[in-house]
């Protein structure tokens, strides 16, 4: 019914820059919020940034600064870019959508997860 498709995880040394990007795609109605969240070994999932409908966006504390969360409406695609990276940001990151199916009820939706690993 609804695929998170996302790419752009990869292998980066501290301080250099990855952009993630998930593709919504699907029966969808209307997406209230798309977001990144992020789980490394040994931690729980944690959300990274998200932005609403509008142009809402928030951030965890240790990524102020660093990464910024864009959205292009047309294509229901969410972007991660992160700079400045650092070891502490090597996790999986997962999209998420608050999204609406036609015929449906609203709900959460993930994608498969993509690996970033910062690392000299």
């Known amino acids: 019914q609804v695929q998170l498709v996302e790419s752009g995880g990869g292998l980066v040394q501290p301080g250099g820059s990855l952009r993630l990007s998930c593709a919504a795609s699907?029966?969808?109605?209307?997406?209230?919020?798309m977001g990144w969240y992020r789980q490394a070994p040994g931690k729980q999932r944690e959300l990274v940034a998200a932005i609403t409908s509008g142009t809402t966006t928030t951030y965890t504390d240790s990524v102020k600064g660093r990464f910024t969360i864009s959205r292009d409406y047309a294509e229901n695609t969410v972007y991660l870019q992160m700079s400045s990276l650092k070891p502490e940001d090597t996790a999986i990151y997962y999209c998420n959508a608050d999204l609406k199916l036609w015929y449906s009820d609203r709900g959460d939706y993930w994608g498969q997860g993509t690996q970033v690993t910062v690392s000299s």
């Open positions: 699907g029966n969808i109605f209307s997406i209230y919020a």
